[in-house]
């Protein structure tokens, strides 16, 4: 994890001046440290589960309590005294996940699938189930927080523990490739997959037929399950049907329709819960999050608290959120700018929605409604949308990022901006 304590310039320059004379380095012009502060931005916004962001503007002892809940967070508060202070490894699962994790608890089922849009906890739902199943003293309401098998999940070094991600999801959760992966990636052999590999599934598949190390059974962890190819789905299905000893499956996905009808069909399905926002308010509180951000962020993520506080952690703004809708229809390419094509694409689509709902009469769900540029043709906004869906499917193709973000922001700025050759529908033409 990459703790940014984030001060505009020239806050930070203020306190030097008023602390000591500011060194060679730190006399530097502010359009420099402006640079490096959006060149941090754009790393976070590329790795949400990296970095975490801490307002280094509010006074010392509210930003040492966002250190603390960011740590806390993550589960990497050591242990001072042993066993008895492992509880301090996890933090407190948020409400809505704690009620749904305490639903399944009570439930027989030797594979969950937990599904819903992203943005909504299903790994951390899957994390809490996996620590109730290995824990050594379980309760109704999950694992206790303090034994050695809590606090191996914490440092993701559990023996009884598979964790089945793409490489890239692994190395921004941090979570241990295997060493011959490892090595690969680190000789630069290949790139870190963005798949979960075959050989990845073949090794949880002979996990799953060992013996448990401390007794207390085994968990394979699958997630983002969508991410499975056919080969490695197909590979998972005998041991997911009729598994060998005690062991026991939960996947997460975000896209279950993606999933094959074998794999759905073999597993318990959970639909994750949508949290009221006086449940969310609070948590996010507790994560850093100003008051005043976290309306806009939750409406900024539809809802879904957990994308709400990647984007409150991405370096960005309300109101630079707020810029977005006029900016993309003025053809202003900078108000995507640190963004890479896949979170440029969902970004386009969230106005792309906003714009047909308000045109068909419904309200605006991620952008406040005084922000959203007049769009003239209903048609083209349709296939602005038809659009943005296959851009979706290839925008992690390895593209030239710039041009692509060009080229996206010029077809919002037409889509937005057409004009029908007459008052007739029936006649427009597509852009």
């Known amino acids: 994890m990459t703790l940014w304590f984030d001060l505009p310039p ?8 008023a602390a000591r004379v500011p060194d060679r380095f730190e006399a530097e012009p502010l359009e420099f440290f402006s640079r490096v502060a959006g060149g941090y931005g754009a790393r976070a916004r590329q790795a949400v589960a990296r970095f975490a962001r801490i307002d280094a503007g509010q006074a010392r002892a509210q930003v040492a309590a966002q250190v603390l809940a960011q740590v806390a967070a993550r589960g990497w508060l050591a242990p001072a005294q042993g066993p008895a202070t492992w509880s301090a490894a996890a933090a407190p699962a948020a409400p809505w996940i704690a009620q749904q994790r305490d639903q399944l608890l009570a439930q027989r089922g030797h594979a969950w699938l937990l599904h819903g849009p992203a943005g909504l906890g299903q790994y951390e739902l899957a994390l809490e189930l996996v ?5 050594d003293a379980p309760t109704p309401q ?14 993701h070094t559990h023996a009884d523990l598979c964790v089945l991600m793409p490489e890239t999801v692994a190395l921004q959760l941090g979570w241990p490739l295997p060493e011959k992966a490892q090595g690969e990636i680190d000789d630069k052999k ?24 401390r007794g207390r059974g085994k968990a394979v962890l699958v997630f983002p399950a969508e991410q499975m190819n056919h080969v490695t789905a197909n590979a998972l299905l005998k041991t997911l049907e009729e598994p060998a000893g005690d062991v026991r499956f939960v996947l997460a996905t975000e896209a279950a329709h993606e999933l ?41 993520a539809g809802g879904r608290p957990h994308e709400a506080l990647a984007l409150a952690q ?9 810029l977005i809708p006029g900016a993309v229809a003025r053809g202003d390419v900078s108000a995507l700018a640190g963004l890479e094509p896949p979170q440029a694409v969902q970004v386009l689509q969230k106005l792309c929605h906003d714009l047909l709902a308000r045109h068909l009469g419904a309200a605006p ?12 043709s209903l048609s083209a906004l349709t296939r602005w949308s038809r659009a943005l869906v296959q851009h979706a499917r290839t925008a992690d193709h390895p593209f030239n990022a710039s041009l692509m973000l060009e080229a996206l ?19 427009e033409r597509q852009p």
Request: charged share 15%; hydrophobic share 50%.
């Open 10 to 17: 020239a806050a930070a320059a203020a306190r030097l001046a």
């Open 131 to 135: 620590r109730a199943w290995l824990c």
């Open 142 to 155: 999950g694992a206790c927080g303090q034994c050695a098998s809590c606090h191996g999940i914490a440092v």
């Open 190 to 213: 290949r790139k870190a997959s963005r798949e979960i590999r075959v050989d990845a599934m073949r090794e949880a598949v002979e996990f799953a037929q060992r013996t448990s190390g």
């Open 260 to 300: 094959l009808p074998t794999i759905r069909s073999r597993c318990l399905a959970h639909a994750m819960a949508w949290p009221q926002p006086a449940q969310v308010r609070p948590w996010l509180a507790g994560q850093g999050v100003a008051d005043a951000a976290a309306d806009s962020w939750l409406r900024a």
């Open 314 to 322: 991405s370096g960005s703004s309300p109101a630079a959120w707020a």
């Open 365 to 376: 769900r991620f952008f406040a409604a005084p922000d959203l540029p007049a769009a003239v």
């Open 409 to 427: 922001v010029a077809q919002a700025h037409q889509a937005i901006n057409w004009q029908p050759r007459n008052d007739s529908p029936a006649t």
